[in-house]
């Protein structure tokens, strides 16, 4: 069964730092694009940042450009976001995404999230 497990959600004040981590199993992870959502209560969910197979290439939402880095380690098939001076509106459950896309299939898998909440 595949498995992608976040961790690393918490209560931190604005202006903090979290590092959240998703592991995956059974998949070939280096194949698959790498991505974080987030929802918060009453929103839809939003893609906050992705990184292609070999970490070549990254993209964040606007609202996080500049605060929040994408990464990921293949050798241990984990993937990272680091949330740098963190605010309010920063509060929601955080996703982790893991996709694979070819001309003749797709896969997408989902981790069950991790709260982050942003509050003095």
């Known amino acids: 069964q595949v498995r992608l497990v976040e961790s690393g959600g918490g209560l931190v004040q604005p202006g903090g730092s979290l590092r959240l981590s998703c592991v995956a199993s059974k998949i070939t992870f280096s194949t698959y694009d790498m991505k974080w959502f987030r929802q918060a209560p009453g929103k839809e969910r939003e893609l906050v940042a992705a990184v292609t197979t070999s970490g070549g290439r990254t993209n964040y939402a606007d609202s996080v450009k500049g605060r929040f880095t994408i990464s990921r380690d293949n050798a241990k098939n984990t993937v990272f976001l680091q949330m740098n001076s963190l605010k309010p509106e920063d509060t929601a459950v955080y996703y982790c995404?893991?996709?694979?896309?070819?001309?003749?299939?797709?896969?997408?898998?989902w981790g069950q999230g991790t709260q982050v909440t942003v509050s003095s």
């Open positions: 995404n893991a996709y694979y896309d070819s001309p003749t299939i797709w896969r997408e898998y």
